[in-house]
């Protein structure tokens, strides 16, 4: 008839061993031994809904408080809280119990939050310590507390990302660069080629994700293969608005004579007959005398680019994707030539409306600089 909810508890050391469990009327007491620590629980019993209804449905036909509580062994208020529940909600049903009360309210989830963005490489062991210090053994919490408290806020321990440091000089180079240009428009940068360099070896750039169960670890398509060579090959490509350039191979240490040669055989020359502009980074290679010399000659006007800054170039985010392709091969390569052979298959995969959304969200990018203060962004 009846189940029952804690209400009290006593934690209470006892000599002798002992466990009793008896009723008295409305008052339940148990003792339960648990680690030398006797747990004497008072409890008061919760009424079924069964119970309920009865008490309903025989105050509907009539019948009296004293003559109800008499009948089903139940205290008048009790009857009463019932009768004016169903009236106000025409339910008898309990809500959900909200639980044990946490440790962590929401005061301390905000101090916590503090700890982390004060020191975001902190181990979880040391804001655990941070957040107990000075506290009470009773309010102390475990470090799987904090973790879920942390998990509740929005933290989730993450490998940092990687991104070049940029000095305070160059940051206020970026933030003015980013003014000058921020109000250029997509059909703006549809006329700019955008330049760069690559470095492309066997070894994959950071891990390869694939979907297993478990016991599938080693299964020939969960995965890659891997080499000891150190070997890479470096290639130069650009990007407009109508998608990929050419791709060239260069060697890894190219020369400024190197990259003249390499423009004359992607045409920049002409760039000026389209009304296009050149963009490429500040390598020395670039700013070398005999190019800047070639690029005078030939008429090619170039954009000025702030240092420190490949997150603003959208040729990057070109490599990664040719980089994600490559890595989703079944067998890497084996050999230079096979890699060569493959890199230029796969850049003229890419398309070109991908090509033309990396040129739309340069406005965003320019914003987006700005709004960081010059350090690097999520491109």
Not at 49 to 56: D, P, T, Y
Not at 153 to 176: Q, S, Y
């Amino acid at each position: 008839m009846y189940h029952w909810c804690i209400t009290i508890l006593l934690l209470i050391q006892c000599s002798q061993l002992y466990i009793a469990h008896t009723y008295t009327g409305f008052l339940e007491i148990k003792v339960y031994l648990q680690h030398s620590i006797y747990l004497i629980i008072f409890t008061m019993p919760r009424l079924t809904e069964g119970v309920k209804n009865q008490i309903i449905a025989l105050r509907d036909t009539g019948m009296s408080w004293k003559q109800i509580c008499s009948q089903l062994n139940v205290k008048q208020t009790t009857a009463w809280d019932i009768v004016a529940k169903f009236k106000a909600t025409g339910s008898v049903s309990n809500k959900p119990a909200c639980g044990r009360p946490r440790k962590i309210t929401a005061k301390s989830e905000r101090f916590l939050a503090r700890i982390v963005i004060r020191d975001r490489r902190a181990s979880l062991s040391e804001v655990t310590e941070s957040y107990n210090h000075g506290r009470h053994y009773s309010n102390r919490v475990c470090a799987r507390t904090v973790q879920r408290a942390l998990h509740r806020c929005g933290f989730r321990g993450r490998l940092a990302a990687k991104k070049l440091g940029i000095a305070a000089t160059n940051r206020r180079t970026r933030i003015r660069w980013c003014r000058l240009h921020r109000a250029n428009t997509v059909i703006d940068w549809s006329r700019v080629i955008f330049t760069d360099e690559v470095r492309i070896g066997f070894r994959p750039d950071g891990g390869i994700r694939v979907w297993r169960k478990k016991g599938e670890r080693y299964l020939p398509g969960c995965t890659t293969t891997t080499s000891t060579s150190r070997a890479s090959i470096m290639f130069w490509g650009f990007i407009s608005w109508d998608g990929v350039g050419r791709l060239f191979q260069c060697s890894n240490r190219m020369s400024a004579f190197e990259y003249i040669s390499v423009m004359n055989s992607a045409c920049i020359f002409a760039l000026p007959s389209f009304n296009l502009t050149y963009m490429d980074d500040n390598a020395p290679i670039h700013r070398a005398n005999v190019v800047k010399k070639w690029k005078e000659d030939n008429g090619v006007e170039c954009l000025d680019w702030p240092p420190y800054s490949p997150d603003l170039n959208p040729i990057e985010n070109v490599w990664s994707f040719l980089k994600h392709r490559l890595n989703k091969l079944p067998t890497r390569p084996q050999n230079l030539d096979e890699l060569c052979a493959k890199v230029f298959s796969l850049w003229d995969t890419v398309p070109v409306s991908y090509v033309q959304r990396l040129y739309s969200s340069l406005p965003s990018r320019m914003d987006l600089c700005l709004k960081n203060h010059g350090f690097p962004i999520n491109y």
